[in-house]
Nanobody, 119 residues
């Protein structure tokens, strides 16, 4: 299983980006999907997670600016980021929790994609 991320890049403050992450390969069942980020010198931290359409969690600083969504048929998770700020600059990592028969779970991570917010 590979997670293929896209949509990162350089944007001015106040701008928008839409990250996508596709699950490539065979996977038993997708439970939680999400995005984490890691800025230089900091630990990787949760940005947003989604279990179902309405079951979402956001980090406080992105609440109201970022929206996470998923398309189960396409095995894809999205992160729409609006009103971006310089402090959003980081490497963003896609995360997927695979569930096998509701007994075992496996964590899968993308390779990371750079988001830079700068004037």
């Amino acid at each position: 299983v590979q997670l293929v991320e896209s949509g990162g890049g350089l944007v001015h403050p106040g701008g928008s980006l839409n990250l996508s992450c596709v699950v490539d390969g065979s996977i038993w069942s997708i439970d939680v999907m999400g995005w984490y980020r890691q800025a230089p010198g900091e630990r990787r931290a949760l940005v947003a997670r989604i279990k179902s359409g309405t079951d979402t969690i956001y980090e406080d600083s992105v609440e109201g600016r970022f929206t996470i969504s998923r398309d189960n048929a396409k095995k894809t998770v999205y992160l729409q980021m609006n009103n971006l700020k310089p402090e959003d600059t980081a490497v963003y990592y896609c995360y997927v929790m695979e569930s096998v028969l509701a007994i075992h779970t496996y964590d899968h991570w993308g390779q990371g994609i750079q988001v830079t917010v700068s004037s």
